[in-house]
């Protein structure tokens, strides 16, 4: 066994609390960026063992930078593993944040969880990532929830956001109806997962198909 679940299962760090369900969509879409220089920013810090988990699985090129609102959470900076308190609903914050350490190649908001955060987060972060970046929101069925400001389509929800940019990434589709943003220029991909979304970035090719010449079909008839 080996990769991030035995790098969890075996943890003898801080304690770390993750759905085991979520590790094939970790692993599908930060394994990349394993032994690779990496800055990722884990939104909400929880006990710290996750960070030290990062840590652990991407190796000593990345920088890990954590961000609570828990003036307490400044204790578990270490080396490759900076701390920031501040809140991630305010973009001056946020904006901070970036020029410190951005642009960020993978983004993991695992924060306060309340659809308003969520959405300023993703607003301002997700446009000044690397080109190829990797953004991912989980425990998402926070956005069926009231109390965190979802609800059942609710249009609050980060999840119904999710729905209308689904559309913008087939904006070119839509002749004309939807005109394309910087959303439909810079992502490739959505990836959606029990209680996560993914979002890959990159340039979008052009929507150019092969020129395949009609074929002509010979009606087939039996021999005289």
């Known amino acids: 066994m080996s990769g991030l679940w035995a790098e969890f299962l075996t943890n003898g760090g801080r304690s770390v609390h993750k759905w085991a369900h979520y590790f094939p969509a970790y692993e ?73 350490f951005g642009p960020f190649d993978v983004v993991l908001d695992d924060g306060s969880h309340r659809q308003s955060d969520i959405a300023t987060s993703f607003g301002f972060l997700y446009p000044r990532m690397a080109r190829d970046g990797v953004y991912m929101v989980e425990d998402l069925h926070t956005a069926y929830w009231p109390e965190y400001g979802g609800g059942l389509r609710n249009p609050a929800s980060f999840l119904e956001t999710c729905k209308h940019l689904v559309d913008e990434l087939n904006a070119v589709w839509t002749k004309g109806a939807l005109p394309p943003t910087e959303f439909t220029h810079t992502t490739l991909s959505m990836h959606f997962y029990d209680s996560i979304v993914a979002f890959e970035r990159g340039a979008t090719p052009p929507r150019v198909g092969p020129q395949i010449p009609p074929v002509e079909v010979k009606e087939l008839r039996p021999p005289a």
């Open 28 to 100: 599908r879409h930060l394994a990349r960026y394993v032994n690779r220089p990496c800055r990722m920013l884990e939104i909400g810090c929880a006990h710290g063992g996750s960070l030290q988990l990062w840590k652990r699985w991407l190796g000593p090129l990345a920088q890990i930078v954590g961000v609570d609102i828990q003036p307490g959470c400044a204790a578990y900076a270490e080396h490759n593993i900076a701390i920031r308190i501040g809140d991630q609903g305010d973009s001056d914050f946020l904006a901070k944040l970036h020029e410190e």
